[in-house]
């Protein structure tokens, strides 16, 4: 079955730390990979997507992402954290023939300690 | 370009009303998805339209919802004798035919009480 994995339902950093997010898909096909972020009431926001070719990619606001295929894992990483990076973060897998359809983790809120 | 829109953003509403969302996506997108959040999960899929065509449709869409794009462009999303169950953030999404990202609306908050 396809499915989206984020194992930490909520994560707390200190500002200025560095932050992973971490993301286990299992897909069939080759997958199309996504990083939304959501504030709270609001809509999502993409961070960075990954469709092939170097497997480290870079996004807004400073985070990247690196797609292991091996780990079927795609985590979100950030070297150094603001305050404004706190909110709800979604991984999301999706066909290449179907961009808008897409699967999403549950999703891993993150705080940020002053 | 102002991205996607949805109407309204919060709606309260007694169970066993019939309520309609509206979405109006990015002008050049000719697909628009549907999809549902509740509370602490992630957004899950509905449906689908390429251009005023249906192509897909979840089996979380019950027979009391239903999904409309008569002239390609907007969409409306009704759920008819709506049920708490049916508390939820609905979220519309557009792409482009053969496009690679999906861009979100702010979502139209749902409250059955």
């Known amino acids: 079955a396809q499915s989206v994995t984020q194992p930490d339902i909520h994560i707390t950093v200190s500002e200025g730390a560095s932050l992973e997010l971490r993301c286990n898909y299992s897909?069939?096909?080759?997958?199309?990979l996504f990083w939304y972020v959501q504030s709270p009431g609001q809509g999502l926001q993409l961070l960075l997507k990954?469709?092939?070719?170097?497997?480290l990619v870079q996004g807004i606001k400073g985070f990247e992402a690196e797609f292991k295929r091996s780990q079927s894992s795609f985590n979100l990483r950030k070297p150094s954290v603001h305050w404004s990076d706190a909110a709800e973060y979604f991984c999301?897998?999706?066909?290449?023939?179907?961009?808008?359809?897409?699967?999403f983790g549950q999703g891993t809120e993150l705080s940020v300690k002053p | 370009d102002t991205g996607v829109s949805q109407d309204p953003r919060h709606k309260i509403t007694k169970r066993g009303q019939n309520v309609t969302f509206r979405c109006d996506p990015i002008?050049?997108?000719?697909?628009l998805y549907w999809y549902r959040q509740t509370l602490g999960q992630g957004p899950e899929f509905l449906t689908y339209?390429?251009?005023?065509?249906?192509?897909?449709k979840s089996r979380l869409l019950s027979d009391r919802f239903s999904a409309e794009r008569p002239k390609g462009s907007f969409s409306t999303l009704e759920i008819q004798r709506t049920e708490q169950g049916d508390s939820a953030m609905y979220l519309c999404?557009?792409?482009?035919?053969?496009?690679?990202?999906?861009?979100f609306g702010q979502g139209t908050r749902l409250t059955v009480v």
């Open positions: 999301a897998v999706g066909d290449r023939n179907q961009g808008g359809k897409l699967i």
């Open positions: 002008s050049e997108h000719n697909r």
């Open positions: 999404a557009s792409s482009s035919q053969g496009g690679t990202e999906a861009f």
């Open positions: 339209f390429q251009n005023e065509a249906q192509l897909e």
């Open positions: 990954y469709f092939s070719g170097d497997t």
């Open positions: 897909y069939g096909a080759t997958p199309y």
